[in-house]
Structure formats: C-alpha cells, structure tokens
C-alpha cells in the first residue's frame, strides 16, 4: 500500500518563475492538504482540495493555486516566485468521514528560489 | 487568535530515559483535536499521538503518552525508553473541525544520546 508521494524531491527556480508541485495521495484517501514549511517553523497550511474543489484556504496569496484530478491526485501551483517562497512544501491526505484531523504526510519537495 | 506554544525549542535525552516535550494552545472553541507528530531528518511528518478534547482519558501509543490538561490549555508528550530512532523534530497541532487545517507550533528538536 503505497504512501502519499509528492514529486519533485527537490527543486531549483528563480525569481519570477512559475512551479508546479505533484501530490499522489495515500490509497483510499480522497481529500488533499498543503502545507508549506519554512526552514525552522511548523508547517502553514495553504489549503485543501476535495472532491475536485478547493474547500479551505489559508494566508497565501493568488499566486498560490492547486487542483485536483479525478483520480484524488493534486497539483500545486506557485507562480512569480519569490525568495521567500523557498521553503518545504509538504502534502498530507486522508479520508473523508476518517478519524477528524488525522493526516498522513509526503516526504515533501524542498522549493529552492534563488 | 488560534496559536500553539512550543516552549522548548531543543531538548536532549539519554538512551532508554524518559523526557517530556511541552505544548500549549490557545483556541476558545470546544471541539477540537490535538496531535503530536515526528519529523525525523527524512522530512517526513508522522503522527505519534492523537488526543480528542472530549475525552478525559490521555491517549497512549507504546512508548508514547500525553498529559492533556484541558483547563490549563496543555498537552505534554512524555517519551518513555527513549530510543535512538525517536531523534526527530517534534510539532505539537490542533485541528478545528469547522476550519478543516491543522495549526501547528515551531517544533521541538529532540536529541537522544547514546
């Protein structure tokens, strides 16, 4: 049973360019969450995909917007990178109707924006 | 405002003893869940205790044990038979039902020495 997998592992932009992050979530799971973490902070949530439809977003710009496939995969997109953009973007999935909260995470891909 | 307090920003722990990370929250909500999760240099983020706040009980898992105390707004996690591979960054979060993310504080970084 596979985990969620996000691709890339790492990753090199500059400024002004544009990224898109993958995410598979866990097997079974159908809902999608984002979370972007600077080095030495907690993770900030950036927001939630379910059913296709983005159902909760937090403090981050336009420049930041996502998607959500049919088959529960999702996309991150970011947009006029910024330096401060460099961070890890973490991706977590679960099961709608499953234990409320509980969250099974990617290994992340490392965003570096020079 | 929804915030959490990791008071500890390093700890360190010997082999086989027994150390305790520390957490505080804020929230003037009733229902909510709480969780600690691991973060080892892997980047990967893995839950190790769940607690829901309606339930006087601590919740245990093996080694791992919470002290929740919901009045004073704590939730404690105490490592018994500390073990090499329990070295990690550890994130104390609450999830608000009605807000469908996770909050999270800056972590501790936990260093168990042989």
């Known amino acids: 049973d596979a985990g969620v997998t996000q691709s890339p592992t790492h990753l090199i932009k500059t400024r002004g360019q544009q990224v898109t992050l993958r995410c598979s979530p866990k097997?079974?799971?159908?809902?999608v969450s984002w979370y972007q973490q600077a080095l030495g902070q907690g993770p900030q949530f950036i927001f939630q995909y379910y059913e296709e439809e983005e159902r909760q977003r937090g403090n981050f710009p336009d420049r930041f917007s996502g998607h959500q496939f049919p088959n529960y995969s999702s996309e991150l997109n970011v947009n006029a990178l910024l330096l401060g953009d460099s961070a890890l973007y973490l991706c977590a999935s679960r099961v709608a109707g499953g234990p409320v909260g509980e969250q099974f995470f990617g290994p992340g891909t490392r965003l570096t924006v020079l | 405002a929804q915030t959490v307090t990791q008071s500890q920003p390093e700890m360190s722990v010997q082999e086989a003893e027994t150390v305790t990370l520390s957490c505080t929250y804020d929230?003037?909500?009733?229902?909510?869940?709480l969780f600690w999760y691991k973060q080892p240099p892997s980047r990967q983020m893995i839950l190790v205790i769940r607690q829901e706040a309606y339930k006087q009980q601590n919740a245990t898992e093996n080694r791992f044990s919470v002290n929740f105390q919901k009045a004073a707004k704590s939730f404690s996690l105490k490592i018994s038979d500390s073990q090499l591979g329990d070295a990690a960054m550890y994130f104390c979060?609450?999830?608000?039902?009605?807000?469908?993310?996770?909050?999270w504080g800056l972590g501790t970084s936990l260093a168990v020495n042989p």
């Open positions: 979060a609450y999830f608000l039902g009605n807000n469908r993310k996770l909050i």
């Open positions: 097997s079974g799971h159908d809902t």
């Open positions: 929230t003037s909500e009733s229902d909510y869940y």
